[in-house]
T-cell receptor, first 113, second 110 residues
Framework: NAGVTQTPKFQVLKTGQSMTLQCAQDMNHEYMSWYRQDPGMGLRLIHY???????DQGEVPNGYNVSRSTTEDFPLRLLSAAPSQTSVYFC????????????FGPGTRLTVL | TQLLEQSPQFLSIQEGENLTVYCNSS?????LQWYRQEPGEGPVLLVTVVTGGEVKKLKRLTFQFGDARKDSSLHITAAQTGDTGLYLCAGRSGNNRLAFGKGNQVVVIP
């Protein structure tokens, strides 16, 4: 199993550009989520999904869209990038949204100029 | 949003020494998890504690969940350089969301 994979590893955008961060898992997990990690702020939940076709907002959803067309994939879209979205983004998955272990991907480091 | 305070924010110790870091909140959690994160990687789960007063051991790491399920501690005995990393606590509350603290950065000097 590859676990949770994220692409790209690094990305630089200009303000106003759009892009999609890819996340995939091969563990047949129902629950997937996106976090951003900023210095001094810890991990903050952006969006999550409890299964294919179902998504919901987390703590900091503004400026981001998600979709869950398959169990395996959970892409995160930045519609119009802003410097405030400069961060490290982590995708995570687990069997369910309970006490189960969350498996994190290696992260995408995004810089918006 | 439940606030999880982790202290100390940064800790540097010599190899072989013991250390304890803390995760505190005013909220009650149904469960609490500890993760370790190394530079350039995602967090990796170390332990989940569920019952108030619960103590779990993972080799030289001892985790304790407070009796009131509002706080937790992580104690490392005879620290090794491989213990260097960012330790994150995460509490699960009534809405079933996982809230993370800002982390305890531990550096073990050889």
């Amino acid at each position: 199993n590859a676990g949770v994979t994220q692409t790209p590893k690094f990305q630089v955008l200009k303000t106003g550009q759009s892009m999609t961060l890819q996340c995939a898992q091969d563990m047949n997990h129902e629950y997937m989520s996106w976090y951003r990690q900023d210095p001094g702020m810890g991990l903050r939940l952006i969006h999550y999904s409890v299964g294919a076709g179902i998504t919901d907002q987390g703590e900091v959803p503004n400026g981001y869209n998600v979709s869950r067309s398959t169990t395996e994939d959970f892409p995160l879209r930045l519609l119009s990038a802003a410097p405030s979205q400069t961060s490290v983004y982590f995708c995570a998955s687990s069997y369910s949204n309970s006490r189960n272990q969350q498996f994190f991907g290696p992260g995408t480091r995004l810089t918006v100029l | 949003t439940q606030l999880l305070e982790q202290s100390p924010q940064f800790l540097s110790i010599q190899e072989g020494e013991n250390l304890t870091v803390y995760c505190n909140s005013s909220s009650v959690f149904s469960s609490l998890q500890w993760y370790r994160q190394e530079p350039g990687e995602g967090p990796v789960l170390l332990v989940t504690v569920v019952t108030g007063g619960e103590v779990k051991k993972l080799k030289r790491l001892t985790f304790q969940f407070g009796d009131a399920r509002k706080d937790s501690s992580l104690h490392i005995t005879a620290a090794q350089t491989g213990d260097t990393g960012l330790y994150l606590c995460a509490g699960r509350s009534g809405n079933n969301r996982l809230a993370f603290g800002k982390g305890n950065q531990v550096v073990v000097i050889p």
